[in-house]
């Protein structure tokens, strides 16, 4: 084990929506892969999470990036811009020359970066026309930026186990713990480091739904979930906006 810290930064994703703990807390990929790092390292292992839901990629590099590479780790996880492929100001130049630079700022000092194809969601949500081109573009930067730069790459996208929608919570946006289970055995692969065997298993599609019973559920989701986004928009509001990191510095994973 080379890995003797662990800092992963960026938006839900990372943070471990909709993975819950018993106590209401976040769980998610990122603590799971913490977890089993530690139990191969032993105790001196130490791990932070930076990541905030609903964060912006600029948010993201402006305020996590620099606490990270201050606290100096073996490890760090960068998953960011899936927020920003739903904005209508959505600039993706932009975004693909900062995501190479970012990755090479983390790189200089050495530290095994771990960075992400994001898995194919929009199959499920409205805007697909628009979103799907963006998110194949972002998706074709990373693989691009982590062969340059020597990143770690997990590719999330090319599994079609996603689109499964057990592993997907009801909002349709965030994993469900089965699909943070999956991404946590997929990182620990690419770093040739074993998992628990159940994380990878495949579960079962659901029984078709109905055509009326899944319009009345799509109904109940715009409602509950559609609805609340587009305000947040329109308001200039976030989900992470009194949010703050849930480990804002490396310690122990026990804590």
């Given at each position: 084990m080379r890995w003797r810290s662990f800092v992963a930064v960026g938006d839900s994703?990372?943070?471990?929506?909709?993975?819950?703990y018993p106590d209401g807390t976040y769980r998610g990929w990122?603590?799971?892969?913490?977890?089993?790092?530690?139990?191969?390292?032993?105790?001196?292992?130490?791990?932070?999470?930076?990541?905030?839901?609903?964060?912006?990629?600029?948010?993201?590099?402006?305020?996590?990036?620099?606490?990270?590479l201050a606290m100096r780790p073996d490890l760090i996880s960068f998953a960011a811009g899936g927020n920003d492929v739903l904005r209508r100001g959505f600039d993706p130049e932009a975004l693909v020359s900062r995501f190479d630079d970012t990755v090479r700022r983390l790189r200089a000092d050495g530290a095994d970066v771990l960075v992400f194809r994001f898995a194919d969601v929009m199959a499920r949500l409205p805007g697909q026309r628009m979103v799907a081109p963006r998110v194949q573009l972002l998706n074709r930067a990373v693989g691009e930026t982590a062969e340059r730069h020597g990143a770690i790459l997990v590719d999330l996208y090319a599994d079609d186990v996603y689109l499964n929608p057990m592993l997907w919570s009801t909002d349709r946006l965030h994993l469900s713990a089965v699909g943070h289970r999956r991404v946590a055995g997929q990182v620990l692969t690419a770093l040739g480091v074993g998992c628990d065997e159940e994380w990878l298993l495949v579960p079962p599609h659901p029984e078709p739904t109905p055509w009326l019973a899944a319009r009345a559920a799509d109904l109940r989701w715009a409602g509950r979930h559609l609805a609340p986004w587009i305000k947040r928009r329109l308001t200039g509001r976030s989900s992470g906006d009194l949010v703050t990191p849930k480990r804002p510095q490396l310690g122990p994973v026990s804590d």
């Amino acid at each position: 084990m080379r890995w003797r810290s662990f800092v992963a930064v960026g938006d839900s994703f990372t943070e471990g929506m909709d993975d819950v703990y018993p106590d209401g807390t976040y769980r998610g990929w990122a603590d799971l892969v913490a977890t089993r790092l530690a139990a191969e390292a032993g105790p001196d292992f130490r791990y932070a999470n930076l990541a905030v839901r609903g964060r912006l990629f600029p948010q993201v590099v402006t305020d996590q990036v620099p606490a990270a590479l201050a606290m100096r780790p073996d490890l760090i996880s960068f998953a960011a811009g899936g927020n920003d492929v739903l904005r209508r100001g959505f600039d993706p130049e932009a975004l693909v020359s900062r995501f190479d630079d970012t990755v090479r700022r983390l790189r200089a000092d050495g530290a095994d970066v771990l960075v992400f194809r994001f898995a194919d969601v929009m199959a499920r949500l409205p805007g697909q026309r628009m979103v799907a081109p963006r998110v194949q573009l972002l998706n074709r930067a990373v693989g691009e930026t982590a062969e340059r730069h020597g990143a770690i790459l997990v590719d999330l996208y090319a599994d079609d186990v996603y689109l499964n929608p057990m592993l997907w919570s009801t909002d349709r946006l965030h994993l469900s713990a089965v699909g943070h289970r999956r991404v946590a055995g997929q990182v620990l692969t690419a770093l040739g480091v074993g998992c628990d065997e159940e994380w990878l298993l495949v579960p079962p599609h659901p029984e078709p739904t109905p055509w009326l019973a899944a319009r009345a559920a799509d109904l109940r989701w715009a409602g509950r979930h559609l609805a609340p986004w587009i305000k947040r928009r329109l308001t200039g509001r976030s989900s992470g906006d009194l949010v703050t990191p849930k480990r804002p510095q490396l310690g122990p994973v026990s804590d």
